[in-house]
């Protein structure tokens, strides 16, 4: 067995929150004995229809989401975020929010900070979905990094420069080319798991019980 779960995620998806939350629940509740189960992260575009070449937003384009699909999503959100006890989250969707800027972030600091990720990737969510604030903002990112010992001015200029942007469409483009449609999605030694599953899902989709 590997020692890692791939999770397609964009972070302003209200179940990719709630994902990760079952996520870790279930990696606390593993056995002491068994090998530390590490995160790779991977990007996913929910806004990609709408998205122009230059990375912005066309919001005169459909997204396809009337209202009752909001309705039915907030609904979800709601049930979810009591069984899962994600008390600390907000149940207003955030459809406004680009997570583009997010995502060059994350992914830079994936890269080139590796062992500080995940307390960025946890404070992006947490954000987003437990202080209302709005990530696609670089004052937003740069603090959030400035609280995790990383430099927010560096993430500040991160996440505008051309060359990242260019790499998160490569890793959009990648997730789309292995037949990832939507998120959250765990990946495990090749077998699959989509939406925020229950952690006993997911020790399924890991340890085949």
């Given at each position: ?142 603090d959030i990094a400035d609280g995790v010992g990383l430099d927010g001015e560096e993430i500040r200029t ?52």
């Amino acid at each position: 067995m590997t020692g890692s779960i791939t999770v397609y995620s964009d972070y302003v998806c209200p179940f990719c929150y709630l994902g990760r939350q079952s996520l870790e629940t279930y990696r606390e509740a593993r056995d002491d004995a068994a090998p530390a189960l590490e995160i790779d992260w991977q990007p996913f575009d929910l806004r990609s229809r709408q998205r122009r070449p230059d990375g912005t937003l066309d919001e005169s384009v459909d997204s396809g989401k009337d209202e009752a699909y909001y309705e039915e999503a907030r609904q979800n959100v709601e049930r979810l975020r009591e069984e899962y006890g994600a008390d600390e989250m907000s149940t207003d969707l955030v459809g406004d929010v680009d997570g583009f800027r997010a995502q060059v972030a994350s992914l830079y600091v994936k890269e080139t900070f590796p062992e500080q990720w995940l307390a960025f990737d946890e404070g992006v969510f947490a954000a987003l979905w437990e202080d209302d604030r709005d990530v696609g903002d670089a004052d937003v990112l740069a603090d959030i990094a400035d609280g995790v010992g990383l430099d927010g001015e560096e993430i500040r200029t991160v996440v505008d420069d051309e060359a990242w942007r260019d790499r998160l469409r490569d890793e959009f483009a990648d997730a789309r080319e292995v037949g990832i449609t939507g998120v959250p999605t765990f990946v495990y030694d090749g077998h699959g798991a989509r939406g925020a599953v229950p952690p006993s899902q997911l020790e399924r989709l890991v340890e085949g019980v």
